[in-house]
């Protein structure tokens, strides 16, 4: 084709020339004929102007005057010739140059050599006009340039296709947008390089645009690359059918590959999980909310609330990246069980959810849950590790939800609750008295919100006595709740509520202070009166101001500081070690002393005993309830005593509630004991102390209540009398 169009160009420039020359020779003819047609008619025009007839006749005047005019015909005809014929010469080049450069641009694409440089205009005559007007044009093939290297180094791909797609024109830039050469794929139909299924709608756009729509935009469609991949794009059409430079629809393509990619990317982190894969909690609320809009159509609906138990341990002991991998084999063992249309999500850090909708959603959940359980409890092997988990689980149907007029996810929640203070790794079925006692619960967390500033936290003093001596030797501070309309509310009913909210913080700051306060009137001068034992939390203990919260309360109420005793429980001890460590030593510093309560119950270790400043053992109450019928039991104990006794240890019996664990214990050697065989906790009264029972005594327990020191007995302890009826 090449070949044609230069053959096609160099017989253009031939017939240019032949033109050229003819022009030239009509002119020579023309003005030689003029110049012969003047000789011809001088002779009598020289007899009008006074040459005699007779030599105006003569042939050989006669001849002088056509040679005269040919000659100046010739004349005329040579200065034209040079004078004129140069810059006609000139233009013609010009505009062969001009002709020659647009069939190269039409062929190549490239344009930027179709324009040479202009004609001077040296007159006003129409040659001066017609070399202005040269100029002229190449102005406007210039302008023409600037719009063509804007369309040939656009990264968007413009097309012209014909009504019925195929393509006739194509910019340069299809190249890097679909990796064809340009023109490639002129002559093919454009629909061939969209996706089979994207190609309808395509197609009806533009037979739409065809048919006068103005809507113009393409819906997003995937392009063929010439590597065999696909592009998302996006179109624009144009119908230029009517402008006779097109001739088409003009389709302007985008390559949006990069932003559908992102975007997707941005999809999915907005409504899954990065680390299971699984929805999150706002696509599990979105299908919830579908789902409870369905049980009024009377579709049934259940959710299973999942917890698991265990995933903080793991997080402790084998590091964040083992906890990782159990939640995402978590996800797998849960995601196996379900059908397509179930929807397990993963709502919080342990927290899992699944949503059943359909007929046979509400039989269903049972034994999905039932399975759930099963599959969590197979080992998960981390690393080298084999990792036992367990979940705890609450079920709740669209059934019993409408009973209490509760959602189904808040009542798989309040049923996973009820499981997990059950004693974990079960599941529970929501029913509504689960409901009441939750919104009982919420209340009485409401109302510790306030009991602080209201003044309705007490303190109870329980005796610890000196079984050898006969005499109360300290008390536990015992937190009590005086709410204003539930009574005198227990520890186990707000503690735990307490921990959760934080509130354990500045309310074991208060206890701390009140203690000490109520504990410094029990001194004499010497400073020797009975020592208060105050219970640190987990969350109090692990709180930056323990010790500046310690140090406070001993200035305040100038307290001794060898009369507070701070009780732990062992699982402090195994939370960072280290920390603990420095913690402990910096309470030590300040002359407090350290008890280890419930000693024999969690991670009791000779390790940790030898290595952490302790003071103190407190026996576990459920070792001192055998100690008087079970060799076991009794074993136990006098292990403890004799280890006591060898790391220099005071040891304390707890829950002592007969007289015969009182007379095994002391048997044993025990030399501290408390319990209500002893004396209750009491608030802070001016009663008599009371004796401790007699061995034999099957009686109610008495109440020992803490009375200011008056300075006798010596060496600080108070003591006891016979009870009456004793």
Same mark, same amino acid.
């Given at each position: 084709?090449?070949?044609?169009?230069?053959?096609?160009?160099?017989?253009?420039?031939?017939?240019?020339?032949?033109?050229?020359?003819?022009?030239?020779?009509?002119?020579?003819?023309?003005?030689?004929?003029?110049?012969?047609?003047?000789?011809?008619?001088?002779?009598?025009?020289?007899?009008?102007?006074?040459?005699?007839?007779?030599?105006?006749?003569?042939?050989?005047?006669?001849?002088?005057?056509?040679?005269?005019?040919?000659?100046?015909?010739?004349?005329?005809?040579?200065?034209?010739?040079?004078?004129?014929?140069?810059?006609?010469?000139?233009?013609?080049?010009?505009?062969?140059?001009?002709?020659?450069?647009?069939?190269?641009?039409?062929?190549?694409?490239?344009?930027?050599?179709?324009?040479?440089? &202009?004609?001077?205009?040296?007159? %006003?005559?129409?040659?001066?006009?017609?070399?202005?007007?040269?100029?002229?044009?190449?102005?406007?093939?210039?302008?023409?340039?600037?719009?063509?290297?804007?369309?040939?180094?656009?990264?968007?791909?413009?097309?012209?296709?014909?009504?019925?797609?195929?393509?006739?024109?194509?910019?340069?830039?299809?190249?890097?947008?679909?990796?064809?050469?340009?023109?490639?794929?002129?002559?093919?139909?454009?629909?061939?390089?969209?996706?089979? %299924?994207?190609?309808?709608?395509? &197609?009806?756009?533009?037979?739409?645009?065809?048919?006068?729509?103005?809507?113009?935009?393409?819906?997003?469609?995937?392009?063929?690359?010439?590597?065999?991949?696909?592009?998302?794009?996006?179109?624009?059409?144009?119908?230029?059918?009517?402008?006779?430079?097109?001739?088409?629809?003009?389709?302007?393509?985008?390559?949006?590959?990069?932003?559908?990619?992102?975007?997707?990317?941005?999809?999915?982190?907005?409504?899954?999980?990065?680390?299971?894969?699984?929805?999150?909690?706002?696509?599990?609320?979105? @299908?919830?909310?579908?789902?409870?809009?369905?049980?009024?159509?009377?579709?049934?609906?259940?959710?299973?609330?999942? =917890?698991?138990?265990?995933?903080?341990?793991?997080?402790?002991?084998?590091?964040?990246?083992?906890?990782?991998?159990?939640?995402?084999?978590?996800?797998?063992?849960?995601?196996?069980?379900?059908?397509?249309?179930?929807? $397990?999500?993963?709502?919080?850090?342990?927290?899992?959810?699944?949503?059943?909708?359909? %007929?046979?959603?509400?039989?269903?959940?049972?034994?999905?849950?039932?399975?759930?359980?099963?599959?969590?409890?197979?080992?998960?092997?981390?690393?080298?590790?084999?990792?036992?988990?367990?979940?705890?689980?609450?079920?709740?149907?669209?059934?019993?939800?409408?009973?209490?007029?509760?959602?189904?996810?808040?009542?798989?929640?309040?049923?996973?609750?009820?499981?997990?203070?059950?004693?974990?790794? @079960?599941? !529970?079925?929501?029913?509504?008295?689960?409901?009441?006692?939750?919104?009982?619960?919420? +209340?009485?967390?409401?109302?510790?919100?306030?009991?602080? !500033?209201?003044?309705?936290?007490? $303190?109870?003093?329980?005796?610890?006595?000196?079984?050898?001596?006969?005499?109360?030797?300290?008390?536990?501070?015992?937190?009590?709740?005086?709410?204003?309309?539930?009574?005198?509310?227990?520890?186990?009913?707000?503690?735990?509520?307490? !921990?959760?909210?934080?509130?354990?913080?500045?309310?074991?700051?208060?206890?701390?202070?009140?203690?000490?306060?109520?504990?410094?009137?029990?001194?004499?001068?010497?400073?020797?009166?009975? @020592?208060?034992?105050?219970?640190?939390?987990?969350?109090?203990?692990?709180?930056?101001?323990?010790?500046?919260?310690?140090?406070?309360?001993?200035?305040?109420?100038?307290?001794?500081? =060898?009369?507070?005793?701070?009780?732990?429980? %062992?699982?402090?001890?195994?939370?960072?070690?280290?920390?603990?460590?420095?913690?402990?030593?910096?309470?030590?510093?300040?002359?407090?002393?350290?008890?280890?309560?419930?000693?024999?119950?969690?991670?009791?270790?000779?390790?940790?005993?030898?290595?952490?400043?302790?003071?103190?053992?407190?026996?576990?109450?459920?070792?001192?309830?055998?100690?008087?019928?079970?060799?076991?039991?009794?074993?136990?104990?006098?292990?403890?005593?004799?280890?006591? @006794?060898?790391?220099?240890?005071?040891?304390?019996?707890?829950?002592?509630?007969?007289?015969?664990?009182?007379?095994?214990?002391?048997?044993?050697?025990?030399?501290?004991?408390?319990?209500?065989?002893?004396? &209750?906790?009491?608030?802070?009264?001016?009663? +008599?102390?009371?004796?401790?029972?007699?061995?034999?005594?099957?009686?109610?327990?008495?109440?020992?209540?803490?009375?200011?020191?008056?300075? =006798?007995?010596?060496?600080? =302890?108070?003591?006891?009398?016979?009870?009456?009826?004793?």
């Amino acid at each position: 084709m090449d070949h044609v169009r230069e053959r096609t160009a160099v017989g253009r420039r031939r017939r240019g020339f032949r033109l050229t020359n003819r022009v030239f020779w009509d002119l020579a003819v023309s003005m030689v004929g003029l110049g012969l047609a003047v000789g011809l008619v001088f002779p009598p025009f020289a007899v009008w102007l006074g040459v005699p007839s007779a030599v105006a006749t003569r042939p050989l005047f006669q001849v002088a005057c056509l040679v005269a005019g040919f000659l100046v015909g010739a004349l005329s005809f040579v200065v034209c010739r040079v004078v004129v014929g140069g810059r006609l010469t000139l233009l013609s080049a010009r505009l062969r140059s001009v002709a020659d450069g647009i069939a190269q641009a039409s062929r190549t694409g490239d344009w930027s050599g179709s324009t040479p440089q &202009r004609i001077a205009v040296d007159s %006003e005559d129409p040659l001066g006009q017609t070399a202005r007007a040269f100029n002229s044009l190449l102005d406007a093939l210039e302008d023409g340039e600037h719009f063509r290297a804007l369309v040939r180094n656009a990264s968007d791909v413009i097309t012209v296709v014909d009504a019925s797609g195929t393509i006739t024109y194509q910019t340069p830039s299809v190249g890097w947008v679909l990796g064809h050469p340009p023109g490639a794929l002129v002559g093919t139909d454009v629909y061939d390089l969209v996706h089979v %299924e994207d190609r309808p709608a395509f &197609r009806t756009r533009l037979a739409e645009v065809v048919a006068g729509s103005a809507h113009t935009a393409c819906p997003g469609a995937r392009m063929r690359h010439r590597n065999g991949t696909w592009r998302w794009t996006e179109t624009v059409v144009a119908d230029l059918r009517a402008d006779p430079a097109v001739s088409g629809l003009v389709l302007t393509t985008r390559d949006v590959s990069d932003r559908r990619e992102l975007e997707e990317q941005l999809r999915t982190q907005a409504f899954h999980d990065p680390l299971t894969g699984l929805p999150n909690r706002a696509v599990f609320m979105d @299908r919830l909310r579908a789902a409870e809009a369905g049980e009024r159509d009377g579709v049934p609906a259940a959710v299973l609330f999942l =917890d698991l138990d265990n995933l903080k341990t793991v997080n402790d002991d084998l590091g964040h990246e083992a906890g990782d991998t159990l939640l995402r084999v978590v996800a797998s063992r849960v995601a196996r069980l379900l059908r397509p249309e179930d929807t $397990l999500a993963r709502l919080a850090g342990d927290e899992f959810a699944v949503l059943l909708v359909g %007929e046979a959603s509400s039989t269903r959940a049972a034994g999905v849950a039932a399975r759930v359980l099963a599959a969590l409890d197979e080992p998960v092997v981390v690393g080298d590790r084999a990792v036992r988990t367990s979940a705890s689980l609450g079920l709740a149907t669209s059934d019993t939800c409408a009973v209490s007029g509760i959602g189904l996810l808040r009542a798989a929640d309040t049923a996973m609750y009820v499981a997990k203070t059950h004693g974990k790794g @079960r599941s !529970e079925v929501f029913h509504p008295r689960h409901h009441a006692a939750q919104l009982d619960q919420e +209340q009485l967390q409401a109302d510790l919100y306030h009991a602080l !500033e209201r003044q309705e936290l007490v $303190l109870h003093y329980q005796p610890i006595v000196d079984l050898t001596a006969d005499r109360v030797s300290g008390y536990e501070a015992l937190l009590r709740w005086q709410h204003p309309a539930r009574g005198l509310v227990p520890p186990a009913r707000f503690i735990a509520l307490a !921990e959760e909210s934080g509130l354990i913080v500045p309310i074991g700051r208060w206890v701390l202070r009140e203690a000490a306060r109520q504990a410094a009137t029990w001194q004499a001068g010497d400073g020797a009166g009975p @020592r208060v034992s105050v219970n640190v939390s987990v969350r109090q203990f692990q709180h930056p101001g323990l010790v500046a919260d310690v140090a406070d309360a001993l200035a305040t109420s100038d307290l001794p500081p =060898d009369r507070l005793t701070l009780e732990i429980t %062992e699982s402090l001890l195994v939370q960072d070690a280290d920390r603990a460590t420095a913690r402990l030593q910096a309470v030590k510093d300040l002359g407090v002393r350290l008890a280890l309560d419930d000693f024999g119950t969690g991670y009791s270790s000779l390790s940790y005993l030898r290595r952490f400043p302790i003071d103190v053992l407190k026996i576990d109450k459920s070792f001192v309830d055998g100690v008087a019928r079970s060799t076991a039991d009794r074993a136990v104990v006098a292990a403890i005593v004799a280890l006591g @006794r060898t790391l220099d240890m005071d040891l304390v019996a707890e829950g002592i509630e007969s007289g015969a664990e009182l007379a095994a214990l002391e048997a044993l050697g025990v030399r501290y004991g408390q319990g209500y065989h002893l004396g &209750r906790p009491a608030p802070a009264a001016t009663g +008599q102390p009371a004796d401790r029972r007699h061995p034999s005594s099957p009686g109610a327990a008495l109440r020992v209540a803490p009375v200011p020191r008056s300075g =006798d007995p010596a060496d600080g =302890d108070v003591r006891l009398r016979p009870a009456a009826g004793v």
